[in-house]
């Protein structure tokens, strides 16, 4: 069967909770925070061992100054030290342990670690100590649900409750609108998206994620435009780039979707997913050498694409010719993903092409166990049981097909095959 084919950031807080730059430039700023405004500002700009002697000093001056131990925790995890980060982290708990910001900031460096039910408490006390503060945490707290957990129902909830408290929020109508897209209701991601693309002007995550939204509902053109620009305030974004190729391709301009391919194989010469979209629009063009000289590119770049084995095999087999490579092909690419089914059916089409149909029959029947069921693994099973004359299998066969999908590609020849089967066994 031919087929076709984000980061942590170290929140810091001051043991006030000000910007730390407003504390530096303070006139009522002690001493131990002077140094910390500077130790803040050399770690922004990636001067660790500035940082690093500016907050030692703070600390000399204030010992339980909650920023200055942040910020050493934020040099430690710099220089990949994470036990010392946390052991500065627990001294400022233990300084400022209501502390919203530091709470906050704390849950990130938990998140960092992996440790995602300790960074759940720290972000529900954030939300406890707070109420200032609570929209912007209950935001976060839903972020975590939906990109660390794993969790969109909850992420949902929290992203909700965020817009409760701030209607205004951004960042919260995007993650509610990315939280419904996970859970498959495309049409209401879509006002959500739309508000979060207002309140945050510029950003172009909001705008493609409605270009997601629009793929979903089979709005293609609509899907263009919003990834196109989400490109144009991002530009270079290979996924994106390669997500607009797809709608163009849905929409039949293949011809646009391969001058975006080609865009990503600028960007990235080593992009092997890019040259097995390529192979595919030329298989289905009929350029054979085209297509192959593509899937075999993408297979020097990276051996394990498995697409790219398959439908070189798939072609194969459809022509008949070159079939020691088509099974050697097909058999890598079952090899790479055994649980696929398309590639199970492309082994099985090309046993049938070989001649060698009772193989072609086991295989297909494999096939026909995994998940999720295709269509044209039974019409594939179908045509091999008729030409071993197993009449009636090949009925059962091509009715599942039909079942399963009364529309897929080859839907019109399982019928008539069926009719003939039917005739057939009218007649003796």
Avoid at 75 to 85: T, Y
Avoid at 131 to 141: C, D, F, I, K, R
Avoid at 236 to 248: L, N, S, T, V
Avoid at 362 to 376: G, M, N
Wanted: charged fraction near 20%.
């Amino acid at each position: 069967m031919l087929v076709a084919v984000a980061g942590c950031c170290l929140g810091i807080s001051t043991s006030s909770g000000q910007d730390a730059a407003a504390v530096s430039k303070s006139g009522g700023a002690s001493p131990a925070e002077v140094q910390m405004g500077l130790g803040l500002s050399s770690l922004e700009k990636g001067d660790l061992h500035a940082a690093e002697t500016a907050f030692t000093e703070s600390l000399r001056l204030n010992p339980k100054l909650a920023g200055s131990l942040v910020g050493m925790a934020g040099v430690a995890m710099k220089k990949g030290d994470f036990q010392g980060a946390e052991s500065y982290y627990q001294k400022a708990l233990a300084s400022s342990p209501a502390d919203a910001s530091l709470q906050r900031s704390w849950s990130r460096f938990l998140i960092s670690q992996r440790r995602y039910g300790e960074a759940e408490a720290a972000l529900k006390k954030a939300i406890a100590f707070s109420p200032a503060m609570a929209a912007v945490a209950q935001s976060e707290l839903g972020e975590l649900y939906l990109v660390s957990m794993n969790k969109p129902a909850e992420a949902l909830k929290a992203f909700l409750a965020a817009l409760s408290l701030d209607g205004s929020l951004g960042q919260a109508h995007y993650g509610a609108g990315a939280a419904v897209l996970a859970l498959g209701d495309a049409t209401h991601a879509e006002s959500e998206l739309k508000s979060a693309a207002a309140a945050l002007p510029g950003d172009p995550m909001p705008v493609q994620a409605l270009g997601v939204a629009y793929m979903l509902q089979k709005r293609y053109r609509d899907a263009v435009q919003s990834f196109s620009q989400a490109l144009a305030l991002r530009p270079g974004q290979i996924p994106w780039i390669m997500a607009r190729a797809e709608a163009y391709e849905d929409l039949g301009l293949t011809d646009k979707a391969l001058v975006d391919y080609d865009a990503c194989l600028k960007i990235n010469p080593k992009f092997a997913s890019a040259y097995v979209k390529i192979g595919v629009i030329y298989q289905l063009r009929g350029q054979v050498a085209d297509a192959e000289r593509a899937y075999r590119e993408a297979i020097s770049i990276d051996p394990s694409q498995a697409f790219a084995y398959n439908n070189l095999a798939f072609g194969a087999a459809e022509r008949k010719e070159r079939l020691d490579d088509a099974l050697r092909w097909a058999t890598k690419a079952v090899e790479l993903q055994p649980q696929f089914p398309q590639f199970q059916d492309t082994l099985g089409w090309v046993r049938r092409a070989r001649g060698e149909l009772a193989e072609a029959a086991s295989v297909l029947e494999k096939a026909r166990t995994l998940k999720p069921e295709q269509p044209d693994v039974y019409y594939h099973l179908g045509i091999v049981y008729s030409e071993q004359r197993r009449s009636a299998d090949a009925s059962i066969a091509f009715n599942r097909a039909l079942a399963l999908n009364p529309n897929f590609e080859s839907a019109g020849d399982a019928r008539q095959r069926l009719a003939q089967l039917s005739k057939a066994q009218a007649s003796r």
